[in-house]
């Protein structure tokens, strides 16, 4: 035990707070993956209505919006580095860049989604249910998913501008951010995620 | 107070981080428009997995990170292999 005389700082631990975080997203990562299992059990069960159904999804969205996740994950990680030399002005700066690179997804979602809704093609539609089972799988599947994964974006936008406010403010500075690097593990976390949703749903024929 | 050394990821080696993501996204890409048959589904997700290797490693800090976070990380990643494993198993052979 560390004998430490009382002064009025309070304690703090960064390693359990971190440990916490991870905890966290293992459960995260095991519900997306009981939903990538659902998937490929699907996948293997209806192969021909998975291959036409897949063709309907635009390539060029999904992949814009993968370069955007990554560019975000990046600047999020800068911002931590920004934080531990203590450049206050540079960390909230990357904290901008990363919500509003958050936003773009979530707008290119929008079109994506607006365009697929225009065809007639949403949860419980009636061109939707005319199809055949594995379409409406495979449909069911990709607004769940990817539904849920948007959830991820505006939950971690959130987070990620309660961050900015305290950077701000200073309640995050050089000597105490671990909730900075917390948010970044949570937007790194939805970034993982969309890097098997991608190529799962986007690009396998 | 056992301040922990903190080790400073450069901005550079972020940006180079960021660089290799963007080319395997893009040899994803590639690799899919060409017919494979069912490798086309193998390569992408060995792809996939090696991109999310990266980011867990470099983004998530895991690599300065204590050595049991790491090893958690990985136990996660055998659990979760394992139920794709018995699930396969119960589908392939039923």
């Not at chain 1, 600047?75 to 690179?101: E, N, R």
């Not at chain 1, 809704?117 to 495979?138: A, K, M, R, V």
């Not at chain 1, 990620?160 to 917390?182: H, M, P, T, W, Y």
């Not at chain 2, 992408?44 to 204590?66: C, D, N, P, R």
């Amino acid at each position: 035990m560390e004998q430490t005389s009382s002064h009025s700082i309070e304690h703090r631990d960064d390693t359990a707070s971190k440990l916490g975080m991870w905890l966290f997203i293992f459960t995260e990562i095991l519900l997306f993956g009981g939903l990538f299992i659902v998937y490929s059990v699907y996948r293997y069960k209806y192969p021909v209505a998975f291959h036409l159904a897949n063709q309907e999804l635009n390539r060029s969205v999904g992949l814009v919006n993968t370069i955007i996740l990554l560019i975000s994950s990046m600047t999020v990680a800068m911002s931590v580095s920004a934080i531990q030399q203590g450049k206050k002005k540079l960390t909230i700066t990357l904290l901008a860049i990363t919500i509003f690179l958050a936003l773009l997804f979530l707008v290119n979602k929008y079109f994506e989604w607006g365009i697929k809704f225009q065809h007639g093609l949403y949860p419980g539609s009636s061109i939707l249910h005319e199809l055949s089972h594995g379409d409406i799988l495979f449909f069911g599947l990709y607004f769940f998913m990817t539904g849920l994964h948007a959830l991820h974006i505006i939950i971690g936008m959130t987070l990620l501008a309660v961050i900015l406010a305290k950077v701000k403010n200073e309640r995050i500075n050089s000597g105490d951010f671990v909730l900075l690097e917390n948010g970044g593990l949570y937007w790194h976390l939805v970034d993982l995620i969309w890097i098997f949703l991608f190529p799962l749903f986007y690009l396998i024929h | 107070m056992s301040e922990e050394k903190q080790h400073i990821v450069s901005y550079k080696n972020n940006a180079l981080v960021l660089v290799a993501l963007l080319c395997l996204t893009m040899l994803t890409v590639a690799i899919t428009s060409v017919e494979l048959g069912p490798w086309n589904v193998t390569a992408a997700m060995l792809i996939a997995s090696l991109k999310v290797g990266i980011i867990l490693t470099y983004f998530m800090h895991l690599k300065f990170e204590h050595v049991i976070l790491r090893m958690m990380v990985i136990m996660v990643v055998l659990v979760f292999t394992a139920l794709i494993v018995i699930t396969f198993f119960d589908y392939l052979y039923r």
